[in-house]
């Protein structure tokens, strides 16, 4: 009898046991379950994360732009007595004035009366090389060189045969001209800004400028003849018909100055880019006579390559 009691309560015992710890199995298999749920979402995010931070370290770029030079260098050009470049130079040499005389069909003299005082240069095209070195997402150190040529015209005032009675002067206008070749070496620090994933960003980028001046031309026209401001004859005077030595005079030289850019750049693939923007060069061009600090700017489009030397590098 007492064996049948002790196996009635073990069944109780059992029956009550059983449910009591089946939820907490399940509980323990439910949670261990969602800690394996979160751990892979987690792994998945830090997947995301990993393939976002990846970087391309080098970059390429193609300037194309126009360029829009500080006026007060043009002024180097006009050709009075104050520069380097005079046409009194051409003036003063007998056989030149003899010819330019004959051009105007003067019988007497021909004197300068006024010279240009507001001088241009044209909008000119300019195109260079870009580099580009990436130490974040955001930041990043850049190199470029742009090339470009610069004309400036103006127009001096002359009187031919002037007449000692009352009579109307004979006043005429003939052309001044110069051209340059300019090379601008930027280099800094450059930041841009996501806007929509990753396919477009605003950028700006600062640093120091070293430019490289180089005087190509500066003449006069008398209807269409030319004579060179620039003195290649040193101490010689010019004597037409003879084997004068000629010498390099070479106008040119190094400046320096502060860079800075803005604009927006889209990427359409890993390897292709393009970036819109506005520089501003703020420079000392060194030109005799015209050595002070000016503005100048420009806006270009550039085209961008990557993934040329190595592939993109987890940050």
Not at 101 to 111: E, G, Q, Y
Not at 252 to 270: D, E, H
Request: net charge neutral; proline share 3%; aromatic share 16%.
């Amino acid at each position: 009898m007492k064996y049948h009691n002790l196996n009635y309560f073990i069944i109780l015992a059992l029956v009550i046991l059983i449910p009591l710890n089946l939820p907490a199995q399940t509980g323990h298999a439910g949670k261990a379950k969602q800690a394996g749920s979160k751990e892979k979402d987690s792994k998945q995010k830090k997947d995301k994360d990993e393939e976002k931070e990846k970087i391309t370290r080098w970059e390429f770029g193609l300037n194309f732009g126009t360029y829009f030079a500080n006026k007060y260098t043009a002024g180097y050009y006009n050709g009075s007595d104050q520069n380097v470049n005079k046409i009194s130079y051409v003036m003063s040499n007998y056989y030149w004035y003899q010819e330019i005389k004959r051009l105007l069909d003067a019988s007497d003299t021909v004197i300068i009366t006024e010279y240009p005082e507001n001088m241009n240069y044209h909008v000119a095209i300019t195109g260079g090389l870009f580099l580009r070195y990436n130490l974040t997402r955001h930041w990043g150190v850049f190199l470029q060189a742009d090339y470009t040529q610069l004309k400036t015209d103006g127009e001096f005032t002359v009187e031919v045969d002037p007449a000692s009675y009352l009579t109307e002067p004979d006043i005429r206008l003939f052309g001044v001209h110069g051209k340059e070749q300019r090379v601008n070496i930027d280099f800094g620090v450059h930041c841009k800004f996501p806007v929509y994933k990753n396919r477009m960003n605003l950028f700006v980028q600062a640093g120091m400028n070293v430019n490289y001046i180089q005087v190509m031309k500066s003449f006069v026209d008398f209807y269409g003849k030319e004579y060179s401001l620039i003195n290649v004859y040193g101490n010689q005077y010019y004597v037409p018909n003879t084997n004068l030595q000629e010498y390099q005079n070479l106008q040119n030289g190094f400046g320096y100055g502060l860079y800075a850019s803005a604009g927006t750049g889209f990427n359409f693939t890993k390897q292709i880019g393009l970036e819109l923007g506005g520089c501003l060069n703020y420079i000392r061009v060194n030109l005799e006579g015209y050595r002070q600090f000016k503005p100048s700017w420009a806006i270009y489009l550039r085209f961008l390559l990557s993934n040329l030397v190595n592939t993109e590098e987890e940050q």
